[in-house]
C-alpha cells in the first residue's frame, strides 16, 4: 500500500460513486490522500490501513428506528465501542439498530463495509441525520472510505467540519459515547 495524493491519475474501471468523492474534494480544494488495497469490510481489516494512513478510519454506522422512519450515520474513533442505549438516550430515538442494506444503498448510494461520511453528498433529502462522536474531533486526521471499501482517504478533520459537511448540507451533532472499560 501506497500514499498517494490527491484522486487516481487513471479513473478507468472506478466506480463512478468513488468519482463523485473525489469530485466533490476537487471541487472544495480540499487536499487529500489516498491508499488503494483490497476490500476492507471489518475495523480489523483497517489496521494495516491506520498505519499506512497515519490515520485512524472511523467507524460510520448507519442506523434507524424500529419503524425506519429516522435514520443516523454514527462516526465514532474505530477504537471506541458503540451500545445503542446510550446513543438512544442522547438522540432521543429508543430501538435504534443497524440500517438494512437497501437503505444505505437507497439514501447513501453505499454498500455494507463502505459507509462513509461522504456518502451524505448522495443524500440530497436529508434522510441520514449524522451524529459524531466528540472523539473523532480531537484528531488532527481521520481516514473514511471514498464510498467504496478499496479505497482510503486521509483528510483534515478541520476540512471536513468546515468544508466537506456544510458542502454536502448536514450538520452534524455531536454526541458523547463512553469509551471502552478496561
Known amino acids: 500500500m501506497e500514499l498517494q495524493n490527491g ?20 471541487s472544495l480544494g480540499v487536499p487529500y490522500q489516498r491508499i488503494d488495497h ?8 483497517c489496521a494495516a490501513i491506520d498505519e499506512a494512513l ?7 454506522l448507519l442506523l434507524c428506528n424500529r419503524q425506519c422512519t429516522d435514520f443516523y450515520m ?3 474513533p474505530g477504537d471506541k465501542v458503540f451500545k445503542t442505549s446510550v446513543l438512544s438516550k442522547e438522540v432521543g430515538s429508543s430501538r435504534l439498530s443497524f440500517a438494512k442494506p437497501e437503505y444505505m444503498l437507497e439514501y447513501l448510494d ?5 459507509v462513509s461520511v461522504l456518502g451524505l453528498m448522495n443524500d440530497h433529502d436529508h434522510h441520514v441525520e449524522l451524529l459524531m462522536d466528540e472523539d473523532v ?3 488532527e486526521y481521520f481516514g473514511c472510505h471514498p464510498c467504496i471499501n478499496t479505497s482510503s482517504l486521509r483528510l483534515k478533520t478541520a476540512d471536513v467540519m468546515d468544508k ?3 458542502a454536502m448540507g448536514h450538520e ?11
Not at 54 to 60: E, F, L, R, S, V
Open 7 to 26: 484522486r487516481p491519475a487513471d479513473c478507468a474501471g472506478r466506480l463512478e460513486k468513488e468519482i463523485r468523492c473525489y469530485d466533490l474534494l476537487d
Open 38 to 45: 483490497e476490500p476492507a469490510n471489518t475495523m480489523e481489516a
Open 54 to 60: 497515519q490515520a485512524t478510519i472511523c467507524k460510520n
Open 74 to 76: 454514527l462516526m465514532i
Open 110 to 114: 453505499i454498500t455494507p463495509g463502505s
Open 137 to 139: 474531533l480531537k484528531r
Open 164 to 166: 466537506i459537511i456544510p
Open 172 to 182: 452534524p451533532k455531536i454526541v458523547n459515547l463512553p469509551a471502552a472499560e478496561a
